[in-house]
């Protein structure tokens, strides 16, 4: 944390110090009161530029605030997006985003009906020269509660995801433990599992929290015997582990697919769900 600060404090003496940057922000979870941070939280820093033209096509600039381990760029090219992206991870541990935008751009942002998401999740005004932050509506950080799913919404997790586990004993079947992690994290776990957590958690705290990105505070909101079933559903790469594991997690998204249900009178097919629960489990595997 100390290194952050430091790198802060650098950042802000250079923005108030360089004539071209005209306002700066610093947004996302070190501002937000909802968001959990640590020691590894990252810096994220929006700058507007009056003649951005240096600023995006050199990275020289970058280096003033330390040893550069590594950096990514987005919207460079061209510049003809909302703005354009360097982000920097420096060598003492510490990772930069930084924002740039032009007047024009920034102004475009500013005056529009909605706050953009990215300062609705909050945002602190480093400096204004210009008034250009006048019209800057209020973040109200509502963008990262968990929103109460439609009747559509929660039948299409719910089929989506009874569809596709029958791939598990598939590839249980054939021992191809690499399209089966691809099928239980890249897509089970991440697209129907977490947002079946998430609708568990907000109906039990009156859809009035956020559980942060794929489910960093699950743990803080799910009892010892929750959290501790959910961590049953992982293993490592031995397919025996693997096929429990599996079971698993159809027998925990069953338990919470009925609570939400419950919980916002919607429907569920618990005679599928069974029959499922039953193919999968029966399965041989190598």
């Given at each position: ?12 003496n250079w923005i ?191 859809w009035d929290i956020?559980?942060?990105k794929y489910g ?71």
């Amino acid at each position: 944390m100390e290194n952050r600060n430091l790198k802060l404090e650098a950042i802000k003496n250079w923005i108030n110090d360089n004539k071209d940057i005209r306002a700066a922000l610093i947004t996302s979870s070190l501002v937000n009161p909802l968001a959990p941070i640590d020691d590894f939280s990252d810096l994220d820093i929006e700058l507007v530029f009056e003649d951005s033209e240096n600023y995006i096509q050199s990275k020289e600039w970058l280096f003033q605030f330390g040893d550069i381990l590594n950096y990514y760029e987005e919207g460079i090219e061209g510049f003809d997006g909302k703005h354009a992206m360097r982000m920097v991870q420096y060598m003492d541990g510490v990772k930069v985003d930084f924002k740039i935008y032009s007047v024009e751009q920034f102004l475009a942002e500013v005056n529009s009906p909605i706050l953009p998401e990215d300062w609705d999740i909050g945002y602190e005004i480093l400096t204004d020269k210009d008034n250009l932050t006048s019209n800057l509506k209020p973040p109200t950080y509502q963008v990262s509660i968990i929103k109460k799913p439609s009747t559509e919404e929660f039948n299409k997790i719910v089929d989506d995801f009874w569809w596709d586990v029958t791939y598990i004993p598939k590839c249980l079947a054939r021992g191809d433990l690499f399209y089966l992690k691809f099928m239980v994290e890249k897509i089970i776990r991440v697209e129907y599992l977490i947002p079946m957590i998430e609708w568990y958690v907000a109906s039990q705290n009156h859809w009035d929290i956020t559980t942060n990105k794929y489910g960093r505070l699950f743990k803080k909101y799910l009892s010892e015997q929750e959290w501790a079933q959910l961590e049953e559903t992982f293993s490592g790469s031995d397919m025996i582990e693997n096929k429990i594991a599996c079971n698993k997690l159809l027998q925990v998204f069953n338990i919470l697919a009925q609570k939400v249900a419950t919980n916002l009178n919607y429907d569920y097919d618990q005679q599928k769900a069974n029959s499922i629960l039953n193919f999968v489990s029966t399965i041989h595997y190598k």
